[in-house]
């Protein structure tokens, strides 16, 4: 069992900046291939970023345009998604999600049905 717990999220003005992290449980941390997602409120939950589990290639939400960065650290156990130039429809609970099945080299995943964990979530309010 993999326990995903999110954090970094907050209240943030117009063109702000906020890092999100997300630690991770157990010991194969490495061998996942992880990702972010969020849900603004009465809307579908989407995804934002994903990140292979060498870490080598990187995929983001058609809105990001460039605005976020996510990265791994597995020795801390821990993605982080770098969130710049926010704007209000940022506005949403951020999700982390971990897929522990077998992965392809150098595949990120943009759904959510790939994912096997998830964790509880940090809410982002960008303010105008």
């Known amino acids: 069992q993999v326990q995903l717990v999110e954090s970094g999220g907050g209240l943030v003005q117009v063109g702000g900046s906020l890092r999100l992290a997300c630690a991770a449980s157990?010991?194969?941390?490495?061998?996942?291939?992880m990702g972010w997602f969020r849900q603004a409120p009465g809307k579908e939950r989407e995804f934002v970023a994903g990140?292979?589990?060498?870490?080598?290639?990187?995929s983001y939400g058609d809105f990001v345009k460039g605005r976020f960065n996510m990265v791994r650290d597995d020795a801390k156990n821990t993605v982080y998604l770098q969130m710049n130039s926010l704007k209000p429809e940022d506005t949403a609970v951020y999700y982390c999600?971990?897929?522990?099945?077998?992965?392809?080299?150098?595949?990120?995943?943009?759904?959510?049905?790939?994912?096997?964990?998830w964790g509880k979530g940090t809410q982002v309010t960008v303010s105008s």
């Open positions: 999600a971990a897929r522990s099945r077998v992965a392809r080299y150098g595949t990120t995943y943009r759904r959510e049905t790939e994912y096997d964990y």
């Open positions: 990140i292979s589990w060498s870490g080598s290639i990187t």
């Open positions: 157990g010991r194969t941390f490495s061998s996942y291939s």
